[in-house]
């Protein structure tokens, strides 16, 4: 788990360390790659993104990853996630991870 941040997600078994259950208002429900997801966050970054769609696997020197996101509050409802980049989060947005493998 990054930067403090719990995750409890769905089909994949990964939780918070209370066991999820301090789950309530401040957890946000998400597609990642058609899977729905549960992130303990009013934001989330990248590499919280990528984990989410393809567990521990890490961007190689010669495979990238690439996040867009849709249905995201209005300040930005769809996008490009960057490597670095933290967005704001809100019920039912939708993430979809590409590998990519550098020419």
């Known amino acids: ?60 020197h010669s495979r990238s990853m690439s996040v867009t996101y849709r249905r995201g509050p209005a300040t930005a409802a769809e996008g490009i996630l960057s490597h670095y980049q933290r967005i704001p989060l809100i019920d039912g947005e939708e993430f979809i991870v590409t590998r990519t493998d550098k020419s």
Request: aromatic letters at 4%; proline letters at 3%.
């Open 1 to 60: 788990m990054t930067e403090g941040r719990s995750l409890v997600t769905v089909g994949n078994q990964e939780e918070d360390p209370s066991g999820g259950k301090n789950a309530g208002s401040d957890c946000r429900a998400i597609v990642v790659n058609g899977r729905k997801c549960v992130v303990r966050s009013e934001d989330v970054g990248f590499d919280q993104v990528v984990r989410l769609a393809f567990g521990g696997e890490e961007p190689t």
